[in-house]
């Protein structure tokens, strides 16, 4: 038989699993007691589920009053349960401002007799300062042939999107990468704005991910996305834009302005205490994040952009771990986090994990629930179980274990590769925690079709799986949260990008 690639790591993978089979991995299993898995039932994560991700809290859109609604129900969640407050001033809460930077209303976008709104029917891919008046042309999709025919100096080009992504780049990425890119170029060339138009796989990206574009760009309070810049603006067009945006002499105006303000999100922080009186200072984070993408524009007559997987599937199951750590509390004392603001850029966890609640050399591990009810019912994913991901072998191997003693999911190791094109790992609140060293995983179902679409209903969560993946996590964590020994750093950790 020919020793292929894949051959290699499946061998890799036996080796790495080799020890763990045999019980000799990261402490002994006989110093775990025995857990609490049965108090985590189905009936409670349906409930809590259908709550969560239900119409009444309008999508939880991060900075709103139904973020902050929906926050309020978990925090009464787990005052009800027993979870002690561990959020500021002796409250679940910690709350901390979204910086948001967005074009206003009075920003003026036409071409030729077509006037144009900013968020309906063109999008302007950053909100900088602008104000340009000048001649358009149209240049095809801005070949270098076609480009030889035109003079582009003093004029807003336009052209049409093309091109292949690889395959170690999404689709998404490579469009929005692309766009930026080219738009410096011709920009260096002499233009004074670029225009986008979209081909037919790009008309895809235009209809489901512009939504956020009209939004603005989001930030801590002094982030790299708070800056506002006086630019040349790139402008993004619908495919329909094709039929017009041709026609020779027509004019192209554009007058954008700028608005900058603070508003709040909230995280929600509670504790369990441990029962050995050494341990019970560290802590086992179980993360998740409560916001998703609120009210926006209605598709096929929904408006309500749920977010029952991305993430009420995850408030779900962090509730259910709670519950089974009141009951039967663990000898370290178990930390639970809900993030805001998530989907505006991991917010909440990257402002926790700078400004922890309890002291951050306490926490010993973060293990993160994201999206955890679709696709298939026997599949899932760890991310952070794979160099360079990977910053503990321990934890990983807990996790392992757990999956080979309980749930058995066959799990897909493509999704935490550094090479997949969608980035995966970089997108969830496992990775602030990650970046400072502190051990990190994330147990994941991966993405589906109704992502981040209205159609992300709890209706369409297999509660089962879910269950399971809690079960999952729940018994990693238990085990991390009984064993003497914290778990182990990576030496040299450090993340491709």
Same mark, same amino acid.
Request: aromatic share 10%; hydrophobic share 40%; with cysteine.
């Given at each position: 038989?020919?020793?292929?690639?894949?051959?290699?790591?499946?061998?890799?993978?036996?080796?790495?699993?080799?020890?763990?089979?045999?019980?000799?991995?990261?402490?002994?299993?006989?110093?775990?007691?025995?857990?609490?898995?049965?108090?985590? &039932?189905?009936?409670?994560?349906?409930?809590?589920?259908?709550?969560?991700?239900?119409?009444?809290?309008?999508?939880?859109?991060?900075?709103?009053? %139904?973020?902050?609604?929906?926050?309020?129900?978990?925090?009464?969640?787990?005052?009800?349960?027993?979870?002690? +407050?561990?959020?500021?001033?002796?409250?679940?809460?910690?709350?901390?401002?979204?910086?948001?930077?967005?074009?206003?209303?009075?920003?003026?976008?036409?071409?030729?007799?077509?006037? *144009?709104?900013?968020?309906?029917?063109?999008?302007?891919?950053? +909100?900088?300062?602008?104000?340009?008046?000048?001649?358009?042309?149209?240049?095809?999709? !801005?070949?270098?042939?076609?480009?030889?025919?035109?003079?582009?100096?003093?004029?807003?080009?336009?052209?049409?999107?093309?091109?292949? #992504?690889?395959?170690?780049?999404?689709?998404?990425?490579?469009?929005?990468?692309?766009?930026?890119?080219?738009?410096?170029?011709?920009?260096?060339?002499?233009?004074?704005?670029?225009?986008?138009?979209?081909?037919?796989?790009?008309?895809?990206?235009?209809?489901?991910?512009?939504? !956020?574009?009209?939004?603005?760009?989001? %930030?801590?309070?002094?982030?790299?996305?708070?800056?506002?810049?006086?630019?040349?603006?790139?402008?993004?067009?619908? #495919?329909?834009?094709?039929?017009?945006?041709?026609?020779?002499?027509?004019?192209?105006?554009?007058?954008?302005?700028?608005?900058?303000?603070?508003?709040?999100?909230?995280?929600?922080?509670?504790?369990?205490?441990?029962?050995?009186?050494?341990?019970?200072?560290?802590?086992?984070?179980?993360?998740?994040?409560? %916001?998703?993408?609120?009210?926006?524009?209605?598709?096929?007559?929904?408006?309500?952009?749920?977010?029952?997987?991305?993430?009420?599937?995850?408030? $779900?199951?962090? *509730?259910?771990?709670?519950? #089974?750590?009141?009951?039967?509390?663990?000898?370290?004392?178990? *930390?639970?986090?809900?993030?805001?603001?998530?989907? &505006?850029?991991?917010?909440?966890?990257?402002?926790?994990?700078?400004? +922890?609640?309890?002291?951050?050399?306490?926490?010993?591990?973060?293990?993160?629930?994201?999206?955890?009810?679709?696709?298939?019912?026997?599949?899932?994913?760890?991310?952070?179980?794979?160099?360079?991901? *990977?910053?503990?072998?321990?934890?990983?191997?807990?996790?392992?274990? $757990?999956?080979?003693?309980?749930?058995?999911?066959?799990? %897909?190791?493509?999704?935490?590769?550094?090479?997949?094109?969608?980035?995966?790992?970089?997108?969830?609140?496992?990775?602030?925690?990650?970046?400072?060293?502190?051990?990190?995983?994330?147990?994941?179902?991966?993405?589906?079709?109704?992502?981040?679409? +209205?159609?992300?209903?709890?209706?369409?969560?297999?509660?089962?799986?879910?269950?399971?993946?809690?079960?999952?996590?729940?018994?990693?964590?238990?085990?991390?949260?009984?064993?003497?020994?914290?778990?182990?750093?990576?030496?040299?950790?450090?993340?491709?990008?």
């Amino acid at each position: 038989m020919k020793f292929t690639s894949a051959h290699s790591v499946r061998l890799l993978q036996l080796l790495f699993l080799f020890p763990l089979l045999n019980g000799l991995t990261y402490g002994q299993r006989s110093s775990v007691p025995a857990d609490n898995r049965a108090a985590i &039932r189905e009936a409670d994560i349906k409930r809590d589920l259908f709550a969560i991700a239900g119409d009444h809290f309008r999508g939880r859109e991060a900075g709103t009053l %139904d973020e902050l609604k929906a926050s309020v129900w978990i925090a009464e969640q787990m005052r009800a349960m027993g979870i002690e +407050p561990a959020g500021d001033d002796g409250t679940y809460f910690q709350f901390f401002h979204i910086q948001r930077t967005r074009i206003t209303e009075t920003s003026r976008l036409s071409i030729g007799n077509h006037n *144009l709104t900013h968020g309906q029917d063109a999008f302007i891919l950053a +909100p900088a300062i602008a104000s340009v008046d000048a001649p358009l042309v149209f240049v095809g999709q !801005g070949t270098p042939e076609d480009l030889a025919k035109v003079d582009i100096k003093g004029k807003a080009v336009a052209l049409e999107f093309s091109g292949t #992504a690889p395959a170690e780049l999404s689709y998404r990425r490579f469009l929005f990468g692309t766009m930026t890119r080219r738009a410096n170029e011709l920009i260096k060339a002499g233009a004074l704005a670029v225009l986008w138009v979209s081909n037919k796989d790009a008309q895809f990206y235009f209809e489901r991910w512009t939504t !956020g574009l009209e939004r603005g760009r989001y %930030d801590l309070p002094g982030g790299p996305n708070t800056r506002v810049f006086t630019q040349a603006p790139t402008v993004w067009l619908p #495919a329909s834009a094709m039929d017009w945006i041709k026609q020779p002499g027509q004019q192209f105006t554009n007058v954008v302005n700028v608005e900058s303000f603070n508003y709040p999100s909230v995280n929600i922080v509670g504790k369990i205490p441990g029962t050995d009186p050494t341990l019970k200072n560290e802590y086992v984070l179980f993360s998740t994040h409560q %916001d998703h993408d609120g009210v926006r524009r209605a598709v096929a007559g929904d408006s309500i952009w749920n977010g029952a997987d991305d993430n009420g599937t995850g408030c $779900a199951a962090v *509730l259910a771990i709670g519950r #089974a750590f009141v009951q039967k509390p663990a000898k370290r004392s178990a *930390l639970i986090v809900f993030h805001g603001a998530e989907e &505006r850029g991991l917010l909440g966890s990257r402002y926790y994990s700078a400004k +922890p609640t309890v002291p951050r050399e306490s926490i010993v591990a973060v293990l993160n629930g994201e999206m955890m009810g679709r696709n298939a019912p026997d599949s899932a994913a760890l991310l952070g179980s794979q160099p360079p991901h *990977l910053n503990s072998v321990a934890l990983v191997n807990s996790a392992l274990a $757990a999956n080979q003693s309980l749930t058995k999911f066959k799990l %897909d190791t493509l999704w935490d590769k550094a090479e997949h094109p969608e980035g995966w790992y970089f997108r969830s609140d496992h990775l602030p925690y990650a970046r400072l060293n502190i051990p990190a995983i994330c147990f994941t179902s991966l993405l589906h079709p109704d992502y981040h679409t +209205p159609k992300d209903e709890p209706e369409r969560i297999n509660i089962q799986k879910l269950t399971n993946m809690t079960r999952w996590m729940y018994l990693t964590g238990w085990t991390v949260a009984n064993r003497p020994d914290r778990p182990d750093v990576v030496s040299g950790f450090k993340l491709e990008r």
